[in-house]
């Protein structure tokens, strides 16, 4: 049957391409539907719930492939947070700076003291103009920093939700498993039990045996019942009217002949 459903599937594969809006790729079409629906509903209950375990464990592959995404995503966000933190503190620090050299340069006469340095006026402002530059670029690369956070953060949001669905689910679908394993192995019992059963095990073959030979063993009975009245002649309605002394004639000494004279 498996061969027979490869060589239809091959044939299938190569036909309806060519034939896809013709009579005969439907046809074909119809007899793989039909074919597949024949061949699953042989497949017994038993093997089914084979096949369900089997693809619940199969979850886990999914389930780890978004642990790992999960436990990337927490590990960068909390990168560009730090990152994010250190950049913060020293623009704070930078922004200070500047503001206390921007008000040296107003105070100042002929020299600016920029700590231990001692700078003109225009050497001053070229280097306050300088670290106004750099502390705006910084602050445009902060806020993109807080923005990559934010965003990855809904992204770790949505992961941790699938995450958890996807547990719930499996615990959800094993459980609805093991219930109808429960039911299947119920029914078994119940087909054991019953006299008439619908299912095709060793035990349903023999009691269908039995009834069997039961039934053959009556009919037999009842031919032997029937066989006097086929075997036996029955009485004729000359023989209902004759008297018993008729009837016993036959055994009774005929009377001697009288001699002639």
């Given at each position: ?8 599937g091959i ?10 809006n ?20 042989r497949?017994?209950p ?10 619940i464990?199969?979850?886990?592959k ?7 995404q ?21 623009q ?5 700076l ?5 008000a040296?340069?107003k ?7 920029f700590?231990?340095r ?8 070229a ?6 530059r750099?502390?705006t670029a910084?602050?445009k690369?902060l ?7 934010s965003?990855r ?5 949505g992961l ?6 996807m547990?719930?689910q ?8 093991d219930s109808?394993?429960a ?6 019992l119940?087909?054991?039990e019953?006299?008439y059963?619908t ?11 039995i009834?069997?030979?039961?039934t053959k063993v ?6 032997l019942a ?8 029955a ?7 004759k ?6 004639a036959?055994?009774s000494p005929?009377?001697a ?5």
């Amino acid at each position: 049957m498996l061969k027979k459903l490869v060589v239809i599937g091959i044939v299938a594969a190569v036909a309806i391409p060519a034939v896809k809006n013709m009579k005969v790729g439907s046809y074909i079409r119809s007899e793989i539907d039909c074919f597949q629906a024949h061949v699953e509903s042989r497949i017994p209950p038993e093997r089914e719930i084979v096949r369900l375990r089997n693809e619940i464990k199969l979850l886990d592959k999914d389930i780890m492939t978004v642990v790992s995404q999960l436990a990337r995503e927490r590990v960068e966000v909390a990168q560009l947070r730090e990152k994010g933190d250190d950049l913060r503190a020293r623009q704070s620090h930078d922004k200070e700076l500047l503001q206390a050299r921007a008000a040296a340069i107003k105070n100042a006469t002929e020299h600016v003291a920029f700590g231990d340095r001692k700078l003109s006026t225009a050497e001053a402002k070229a280097e306050l103009e300088e670290g106004v530059r750099r502390f705006t670029a910084n602050q445009k690369s902060l806020e993109a920093i807080d923005a990559a956070v934010s965003n990855r953060e809904k992204v770790k949001l949505g992961l941790e939700r699938q995450l958890d669905a996807m547990k719930n689910q499996k615990v959800e679908l094993t459980a609805a498993v093991d219930s109808l394993e429960a039911e299947l192995t119920a029914l078994k019992l119940q087909q054991m039990e019953s006299k008439y059963q619908t299912d095709d095990t060793r035990l349903s073959k023999i009691k269908d045996d039995i009834r069997a030979l039961k039934t053959k063993v009556a009919v037999e009975r009842e031919k032997l019942a029937l066989m006097p009245s086929v075997v036996e002649p029955a009485p004729t309605r000359a023989a209902a009217a004759k008297s018993v002394d008729d009837i016993m004639a036959p055994l009774s000494p005929k009377p001697a002949a009288k001699p002639s004279e």
